[in-house]
Nanobody, 115 residues
Framework: QVQLAESGGGLVQPGGSLRLSCAASGSIFTIDTIGWHREAPGKERESVALISRGGKINYADSVKGRFTISRENTKNTVYLQMDSLKPEDTAVYFC?????????WGQGTQVTVSS
């Protein structure tokens, strides 16, 4: 079993920055890929950024050049640095991990981009 706890969401003005954190616990050594999804009101949940154990990274086209995902294995934490935020980035952001026993979701953290 893997447990995921997100933090770092909040309200920010357009053009601003936020950093999300996802702390993993439990069977963390079985995690291969970990990353972030988001769900905006009235829209389907979508992948934002993923990073594999080997360091391979994938970004959604909508966030390329603005968001950066990183993984700190010593702290069992993955980060999402979000810069140049836009109102359309407003969503609940979820951490997700793929492990030997299945895939796991965090509870989510709200990000609101508004003036």
């Amino acid at each position: 079993q893997v447990q995921l706890a997100e933090s770092g969401g909040g309200l920010v003005q357009p053009g601003g920055s936020l950093r999300l954190s996802c702390a993993a616990s439990g069977s963390i050594f079985t995690i291969d890929t970990i990353g972030w999804h988001r769900e905006a009101p009235g829209k389907e949940r979508e992948s934002v950024a993923l990073i594999s154990r080997g360091g391979k990274i994938n970004y959604a086209d909508s966030v390329k050049g603005r968001f950066t995902i990183s993984r700190e294995n010593t702290k069992n934490t993955v980060y999402l640095q979000m810069d140049s935020l836009k109102p359309e980035d407003t969503a609940v952001y979820f951490c997700r991990a793929w492990a030997d026993s299945g895939n796991y979701w965090g509870q989510g953290t709200q990000v609101t981009v508004s003036s």
